[in-house]
T-cell receptor, first 112, second 112 residues
Framework: DTAVSQTPKYLVTQMGNDKSIKCEQNLGHDTMYWYKQDSKKFLKIMFSYNNKELIINETVPNRFSPKSPDKAHLNLHINSLELGDSAVYFC???????????FGPGTRLLVL | GESVGLHLPTLSVQEGDNSIINCAYSNSASDYFIWYKQESGKGPQFIIDIRSNMDKRQGQRVTVLLNKTVKHLSLQIAATQPGDSAVYFCADQSTSYGKLTFGQGTILTVHP
C-alpha cells in the first residue's frame, strides 16, 4: 500500500564510495523529485523529473546523478561520497508538476 | 534529544488548546502554498494547501490563512492533540516547474 517507497532506509558508508538510493511510486504520478534534509531539518530540492525527463537540477554537484528508468522510478546515484553528503534524502512524487507532492519515508545516509 | 542544536522555532501547547504556526514567504509570484507535518523519523506529510486566489481554507481541525499583502501564511490547529506533535513546514510551489521551497520549520510539542 506504500505510495512512495525508498530503499534503503539507512545507509552507512565510507568516504569515497559510490552508492545508490532507489525510489518507487505506485500512484501513477508523472513527476518525481529528490530532496535533501540537513541536520538542521532544512529541506531543499535537488532534482525533478517529469515523464522521465529532467526538469529541475538545483546546483547539485555532478557527483549526484539521478536516473529515471520509467515514470514510476527515480533513483539517485552518488559518486565519491563526502562527509557533507550525510543527510536524509527524500523522494517525492506528484500527479503533475503543478500539484501536491507526496513524500517517501526518507533514506538516512551517513558518510564516515 | 533530537531538537538539540536545531534552533527551529518551537511552540509548546497543552492538549486541547488551539495552535497557530506562522510562516513568511518571499516570492511574490508564488501562487500555491502547502503545509506539511513531519513526525520523527518520517517523511513530510501533506496537511492542507491553499492557492493564491483564496485567503482561507479549512480542513478537519486545521485552517490555513493566507495574507498575500504581507506574504504571510498561518496554520491553525484546533483542539491540539499529542499526536499533532511534529515539525511543521510551510512551502510554496513554483508555477513553472513545481519546485517546492520550504520554510525553516516549527517544532510543535503538545503536552497531555
Amino acid at each position: 500500500d506504500t505510495a512512495v517507497s525508498q530503499t534503503p532506509k539507512y545507509l552507512v558508508t565510507q568516504m569515497g564510495n559510490d552508492k545508490s538510493i532507489k525510489c518507487e511510486q505506485n500512484l501513477g504520478h508523472d513527476t518525481m523529485y529528490w530532496y535533501k534534509q540537513d541536520s538542521k531539518k532544512f529541506l531543499k530540492i535537488m532534482f525533478s523529473y517529469n515523464n522521465k525527463e529532467l526538469i529541475i537540477n538545483e546546483t547539485v554537484p555532478n557527483r549526484f546523478s539521478p536516473k529515471s528508468p520509467d515514470k514510476a522510478h527515480l533513483n539517485l546515484h552518488i559518486n565519491s561520497l563526502e562527509l557533507g553528503d550525510s543527510a536524509v534524502y527524500f523522494c517525492a512524487s506528484s500527479r503533475t508538476n503543478q500539484e501536491t507532492q507526496y513524500f517517501g519515508p526518507g533514506t538516512r545516509l551517513l558518510v564516515l | 534529544g533530537e531538537s538539540v542544536g536545531l534552533h527551529l522555532p518551537t511552540l509548546s501547547v497543552q492538549e486541547g488548546d488551539n495552535s497557530i504556526i506562522n510562516c513568511a514567504y518571499s516570492n511574490s509570484a508564488s501562487d500555491y502554498f502547502i503545509w506539511y507535518k513531519q513526525e520523527s523519523g518520517k517523511g513530510p506529510q501533506f496537511i492542507i494547501d491553499i492557492r493564491s486566489n483564496m485567503d482561507k481554507r479549512q480542513g478537519q481541525r486545521v485552517t490555513v490563512l493566507l495574507n498575500k499583502t504581507v506574504k504571510h501564511l498561518s496554520l491553525q490547529i484546533a483542539a491540539t492533540q499529542p499526536g499533532d506533535s511534529a515539525v511543521y513546514f510551510c512551502a510554496d510551489q513554483s508555477t513553472s516547474y513545481g519546485k517546492l521551497t520550504f520554510g525553516q520549520g516549527t517544532i510543535l510539542t503538545v503536552h497531555p
